[in-house]
């Protein structure tokens, strides 16, 4: 576990009131207890949580709601955080120290260094992603996320029956993320019908998702399996 300060400076965000003064604190005196220092490379990950369990990997947690949710009601299961901005950092923060959580920790850096800098091979029981970025226009899909060589790293890093779980609610980017797992040749569909999975009832709406229930979009999840 990281014992350095928050890893980005905090008066821009500051002054432009992106952080809140509450948010700003559990940067300060939080972060050495819950944050992991991607610098420091490949984690032992029993070490950190001392104690061995099933490991959850969740990328962009956005203001760490859901994510701070399941911990809570699955102390059995281990949970780290990947996010980038330093708001939503904070409020976890607060939010682990509010319910005393003991199995969550964070990264603030990109999902692709974490998991190629710092979690080990088949060490995760199951990635998340919930509402990335869709980069909607066509001349940006280049930048999301699920491209290239990401599900090879994601399925090397999970163990064998591990799953990929995400949920959109652009139908281009779902569709385009089932191509490319497919494609893999890694993972196998567990929806029926190799379609879209039904949204589990243990996992809370995120804020994007509540905004595009309220205009009526429909949400897309995904549930695939490390073969």
Not at 205 to 215: C, P
Request: charged content about 25%; overall charge positive.
């Amino acid at each position: 576990m990281s014992s350095k300060r928050f890893p980005h400076p905090l008066c821009a965000y500051v002054s432009r009131g992106r952080v809140t003064a509450a948010q700003r604190r559990a940067l300060e005196h939080s972060w050495p207890r819950w944050g992991l220092d991607v610098s420091a490379g490949f984690v032992d990950l029993d070490a950190v949580f001392t104690r061995w369990a099933p490991r959850v990997l969740e990328i962009g947690f956005g203001d760490g709601e859901s994510l701070l949710a399941m911990a809570v009601a699955m102390p059995e299961r281990d949970f780290i955080g990947v996010e980038i901005y330093p708001a939503g950092i904070g409020k976890l923060l607060l939010g682990i120290e509010r319910e005393r959580v003991g199995n969550l920790r964070i990264y603030r850096a990109d999902a692709s260094e974490v998991l190629r800098s710092c979690i080990g091979h088949g060490t995760l029981d199951a990635v998340q992603l919930f509402f990335p970025d869709p980069w909607p226009k066509k001349r940006h899909h280049k930048r999301r996320l699920v491209a290239g060589d990401f599900p090879r790293l994601v399925a090397d890093r999970l163990s064998l029956g591990g799953h990929f779980h995400a949920a959109t609610d652009c139908l281009h980017y779902a569709q385009q993320m089932c191509q490319i797992l497919g494609e893999s040749g890694a993972f196998v569909n567990l929806a029926p019908n190799g379609g879209f999975a039904p949204r589990p009832s243990w996992r809370r709406a995120t804020r994007f998702e509540r905004r595009a229930h309220a205009a009526s979009e429909t949400v897309y999840e995904l549930l695939w399996q490390r073969v």
